[in-house]
T-cell receptor, first 115, second 109 residues
């Protein structure tokens, strides 16, 4: 059983749709992350939130919009995506204020297909 | 040079055999090193941290070589359940964790 839960687990959306991915962590951590994992590529860090403030945005296109209403919840709002955005989107959390060194825990991921 | 480099494999290993693979990293100032395991279509999970003196957890041994900037993972007496992708993770230049592409291990009966 994971301490980080993501919904939905699978999502198929058209290029004109608007959808959101949701993540909740039950570990009492103060940092949350969105990662993207495409086939045959390493995990790509998209966004980092520390104490509910965005501390990093790795040049992610504006069609991806994160939201962190509190330290336990993180959303990724999706709008007018492209087929190349199809990937596994992983939410993660850690107790390090957004800096590395401590173990990072992942959710089970949301499989996104853009058609 | 990529922050973390791994040979993706696959590494086909007979059951009961030993397999080892390395991961090189580019940031000489890195202080934190981890091996994560990722099963097919699942999320990565921490396998073990890597300490300067090397560490062992059952059949798994991790080592760090700072001079040559690589970490290694050795799996002894491979089990079918060890089949997975092993991700090398290092804290990178901006102090964020950098992930390698992973070493895919396939244990063959």
């Amino acid at each position: 059983e994971t301490g980080v839960t993501q919904t939905p687990r699978h999502l198929v959306m058209g290029m004109t749709n608007k959808k959101s991915l949701k993540c909740e962590q039950h570990l009492g951590h103060n940092a949350m992350y969105w990662y993207k994992q495409s086939a045959k590529k390493p995990l790509e860090l998209m966004f980092v939130y520390s104490l509910e403030e965005r501390v990093e945005n790795n040049s992610v296109p504006s069609r991806f919009s994160p939201e962190c209403p509190n330290s336990s919840h993180l959303f990724l709002h999706l709008h007018t995506l492209q087929p190349e955005d199809s990937a596994l989107y992983l939410c993660a959390s850690s107790q390090d204020g957004g800096y590395s060194g401590n173990t990072i825990y992942f959710g089970e991921g949301s499989w996104l297909t853009v058609v | 040079r990529k922050e973390v480099e791994q040979d993706p494999g696959p590494f086909n290993v007979p059951e009961g055999a030993t397999v080892a693979f390395n991961c090189t990293y580019s940031n000489s100032a890195s202080q934190s090193f981890f091996w994560y395991r990722q099963d097919c279509r699942k999320e990565p999970k921490l396998l073990m941290s890597v300490y300067s003196s090397g560490n062992e957890d059952g059949r798994f041994t991790a080592q760090l070589n700072r001079a040559s900037q690589y970490i290694s993972l050795l799996i002894r007496d491979s089990k079918l359940s060890d089949s997975a992708t092993y991700l090398c993770v290092v804290n990178g230049g901006n102090n964020r964790l950098a992930f390698g592409k992973g070493n895919q291990v396939v244990v063959i009966p």
